[in-house]
């Protein structure tokens, strides 16, 4: 049976909502707790000389040029990159007063061949510019402005040569025709000097999920970064995330993304972030507010709205919105809040706009499969102020201080799901997630698994144990983060992962996915392995030489015990070991 939606809660229009006293309450909220930041983030220099390359159509670079040329630019150089447009505008003598302006500048027309073979790469300060084809490599930085990096791009072409969502320091794209185009040339060539930037995130390469045993698991945080800025880079072994502190520009989407949290964003840490979330909506409660909703929302929004918001809105004030997912909202909703909203607008990156519908998705699906009105978390638009300020349809879902206990970021999380569990009827069932969701169960075929135990020494969290006497397989479903690796690293292909959200108790416990009565050792009776497993390896060396005749015996024993028979078998008969 389905269980209703928010058995345990009212429709919020059942009291009467005092907006003087929310607001009092909220201020109150805010004078007893601060929003956390890092004082002294590490940081990482850009180092500008104002070595600029424009690159584009003929007509709208010189046009460029010659407005940069007295703007304290070290040097600029002309790629032409693209046909200029036919309607430029410009009749003959403006264009011969236009090339005698910039003939001095040095200047490269690209055909369409090599157009092709174009490649950048780099940031403010150390742009690499090259064109990469059958023949050998050709270094432009190095042709046209005579250093091994420019410092600065300056894209006035119809779409930029970089295709990223979010551009790198220091390469602009242009276009002449805009209105705020002086505005923009004007800030372009201002970037010459020393910049600092803060290090948004740090890894721990520890918790990681994206590689085990040359395999590779998760690749989450690989799939939402619009900047491009994380790679994975394979060692002599191992494959590893890289996070490129120049490329990054501090969206959080990867640390939101990441199930483990071996990725951290700084700014402040995801459990700081959380543990404020719970002290404001006390505070709030303990001041007198009622029917609390959380506004996630970018801080440069919050700073150009003309009103101030209703007195029962709480505002998240994050750096950028990618920076607090699912795990964040429905802490809200644990720890007080009637809903939680989202504020999106339409300069969002796609890749990030995805991430959050995506988020919003799995947040949706677990309140359902919770027993909760799904609709608690709902995206609003920048500028709809009667979104942003309506009364939630709810009331809360309790009123109780939320713990958080344990430090990893899985941990955290299983506390917020506890406390809804505890406040809803769950359905018993395994719900559908969006794909690639961090959420799911594994089936074990008992009859391929040898209980080698590869999955265990691949997987990245507890979710995969060994028992302590017994050969035994167990599994923790709220451990697993659905990376893959167990089912990778198997050799035997019995293990099959089972995606989706399981509201059940279940979910939480520790169970026996396979057991074995050990195999013990012919010679010394010690219990080593499981019979299956020496089946196997018996089938697999029957024709190695090694284990031929009495020797096939030595399969049967433990580790002690077959090296002593191999001695004994030396000493008795020296040259044997030359016919192996």
Known sequence: MTPSIDAKTVAIDAITVDDAANRSAREMARQRVSWPVNLTPASVTYESAGHALLLGDEISVRQAATRLQRSGLAAIALLITEPSADDAG??????ETLLASTRQLPCRTLTPTQRSQLRIEGYLGRFSIGLHGPDAPLDLALALLGRRHADLILDLGRSPVLELELLPPGYRHLSLQDPASDVALSEFAELVGEFDKPRYFQINADLCAHSASGNVGCTRCLEVCPADAISSHKGRIESRIEIDPYLCQGVGSCSSACPTGAIQFRLPEPARQQEALISWLDAYRQAGGKAPVMRFVEAADLEGEADAPA?????????????????????????????????????????LSAFVDDQVAQARVMLEALGHDPGRIRRIQRGDSAARDAL????????????????????????????LTALGETSGRRHSMPAGSAYGGLEVNRDACTLCFSCVSNCPTPALATGDQTPLLSYREADCVQCGLCVEAC??????????????????????????????????????ATAATIATIKAKLADHPYFAGDAAARLEMCEDCRVKDVWQSMARDPESQLKV
């Open 392 to 419: 939630p349809e709810r009331l809360p879902l309790g009123e109780e201080p939320l713990v958080l206990s344990g430090d990893g970021k899985r941990e955290r999380f299983e506390a917020v799901l506890a406390r």
């Open 491 to 528: 050799p035997e292909d019995a293990i099959r992962l089972l995606p989706g959200f399981l509201a059940d108790a279940s979910r939480t416990e520790r169970q026996v996915r396979h057991e074995e009565a050990p195999f013990c050792c012919i010679r010394c009776d010690k219990p080593f």
């Open 311 to 351: 007195g029962h809105l709480l505002d998240v004030p994050l750096e950028e919105l990618g920076n607090a997912g699912h795990d964040q909202w429905l802490t809200a909703l644990a720890a007080g809040a009637a809903e939680v909203r989202v504020q999106i607008h339409a300069d969002l990156p796609a890749t």
């Open 90 to 95: 410009l009749d003959e003598a403006q264009l």
